[in-house]
């Protein structure tokens, strides 16, 4: 099972061969867990998208066709789940959106912190997990696929349903805002180091 192709393992796992749906999960498990952490910024929200995506796996393996990467599939489940979660959330709050562009949604920010800011002692990691959080929602989505995630510009086109070009300019513009939130930082790092 382990030579396997993912997309070989679903069309098992469409054929009967439960065998291949644990292989699936070793594989997808903690990778989608990390998106969904990463997006939503808790837990316990987390751990239930990557419960219900592999849930949605099963239910519509038979709808499963290898035309695209299985894990494009994977994660547009995830996506979608993610949204949908976020949109929940929008009966608490009032839902900010970008002045630039009304259609593209802020970034939410959760009150609990998530467990990775908890656990680390890392000054710089949590510098950066806090600049991210604080991108656009679409800017966050398509870096954290890329960076964390390690997807390639088409593939997180199919996830976010957008061209190719927006996907390329969507992780400049989340890179260009990375390194302008983290300049001073680094520069108070940097002098308080000489």
Not at 78 to 99: D, E, M
Request: with cysteine; charged share 30%.
């Amino acid at each position: 099972m382990q030579n396997l192709s993912d997309e070989e393992l679903m069309l098992n796992y469409q054929r009967g061969e439960a065998l291949a749906m644990d292989e699936i999960l070793k594989r997808y498990k903690n990778p989608v867990y990390g998106f969904a952490l990463r997006l939503l910024a808790n837990s316990a929200e987390a751990e239930d998208i990557a419960q219900e995506v592999f849930m949605r796996v099963h239910k519509f393996r038979d709808n499963y066709r290898p035309s695209g990467k299985f894990r494009s599939w994977v994660f547009s489940i995830a996506h979608n789940l993610c949204v949908s979660s976020l949109r929940k959330r929008k009966w608490l709050v009032i839902w900010p959106r970008n002045k630039e562009n009304p259609d593209e949604l802020m970034d939410f920010q959760s009150p609990d912190p998530s467990p990775d800011e908890q656990a680390s002692n890392n000054e710089v990691s949590n510098a950066v997990k806090t600049c991210i959080q604080e991108l656009p929602f679409l800017q966050k989505e398509a870096l954290i696929l890329r960076e964390y995630q390690n997807l390639d510009y088409d593939e997180i086109g199919k996830i976010l349903h957008r061209p190719l070009g927006t996907v390329k300019t969507l992780i400049y513009r989340a890179r260009q805002n990375l390194k302008e939130k983290l300049l001073p930082y680094l520069e108070v790092k940097e002098g308080l180091n000489e």
